[in-house]
């Protein structure tokens, strides 16, 4: 498997993120649903910073049971419920994809599908 990531020097340079990923070789794709900022035990701590924590490590578990770490995600599509939270986010992530960031899409929400969940955030993956 062969991905190219590019970011064409005609778009405004990405801050965190890749404007676009190539596959150019048979891979193994893996979809994920939403992860949220709930623990394994059912908590779902208060805090923002902690939920977005909480939901990229569950990303990262669901990564490890197919046998593939964040350098195998090519897309991500984030969710927040407040502006407030972006710096956050933007720390989690770039701790998440320290080099060669997926593509990705942020979007603030009104709620999500309990009204204690702050973050959430899909991806896909390939390898």
Same mark, same amino acid.
Request: hydrophobic residues 45%; glycine residues 4%; proline residues 9%.
């Given at each position: 498997? @062969?991905? @190219?990531? @590019? ?48 939901? +990229? ?6 990564? !490890? ?13 984030? +969710? ?15 701790? +998440? &994809?320290?080099? !060669? ?6 979007? +603030? ?7 204690? &969940?702050? &973050? !959430? ?7």
């Amino acid at each position: 498997m @062969t991905t @190219t990531r @590019t970011n064409p020097p005609t778009v405004r340079a990405p801050t965190g993120y890749t404007h676009g990923v190539l596959i150019t070789a048979p891979a193994r794709r893996l979809v994920m649903s939403g992860q949220v900022g709930i623990a394994p035990d059912g908590v779902i701590p208060a805090a923002a910073d902690v939920q977005i924590s909480q939901a +990229f490590a569950n990303l990262r578990a669901v990564l !490890e049971a197919h046998d593939m770490t964040p350098a195998n995600v090519v897309k991500v599509t984030t +969710f927040l419920t407040n502006r407030d939270w972006l710096p956050a986010y933007r720390a989690a992530r770039t701790a +998440f &994809f320290p080099t !060669e960031p997926p593509a990705s899409t942020l979007l +603030f929400v009104a709620g999500l599908a309990d009204p204690a &969940f702050h &973050f !959430e955030i899909e991806a896909e993956a390939i390898a």
